[in-house]
């Protein structure tokens, strides 16, 4: 907060990250939305990103939100279906409307993936 405070921006993204490796899960969802409000996202790797996303779940479901979208919106991500599965599985009874939107994309852009496949299973469409 001081970094942020005295504009010191380069400082601040560095705690957050270092902040990633603490085991809280709110001290990470916390660093995971400053991150992402800063445009910094590409600073944590994609599968790291996957993972936090995983941990954090239902516990704090705006940074996994945060997380997968960021991995939706990397340019050519190899990730990038696995991200469309578990953002939609996420916002499952949440908000339906965003799920039709996100397996949508998942089926016409990865018919033949296996997260496509999984989305079938789990009844999600297609």
């Known amino acids: 907060e001081a970094h942020r405070l005295l504009g010191e921006r380069e400082a601040e993204i560095q705690v957050h990250e270092e902040l990633l490796q603490v085991d809280s899960s709110d001290a990470v969802a916390a660093s995971i939305l400053r991150l992402s409000e800063l ?4 600073s944590i790797a ?3 990103r996957l993972k936090l996303a995983a941990q954090l779940g239902r516990a704090c479901p705006e940074a996994a939100r945060v997380l997968l979208q960021s991995v939706i919106d990397e340019p050519r991500c190899d990730q990038r279906p696995d991200a469309l599965l578990a953002l939609a599985t996420l916002e499952q009874h949440e908000q339906p409307e965003a799920v039709e939107e996100l397996v949508r994309d998942l089926f016409e852009s990865y018919p033949m993936h296996p997260a496509a496949e999984l989305a079938r299973a789990r009844g999600l469409g297609g």
Do not use: A, N, P
């Not at 445009?39 to 590409?42: E, I």
């Open 46 to 48: 994609v599968l790291r």
């Open 39 to 42: 445009g910094r996202m590409g």
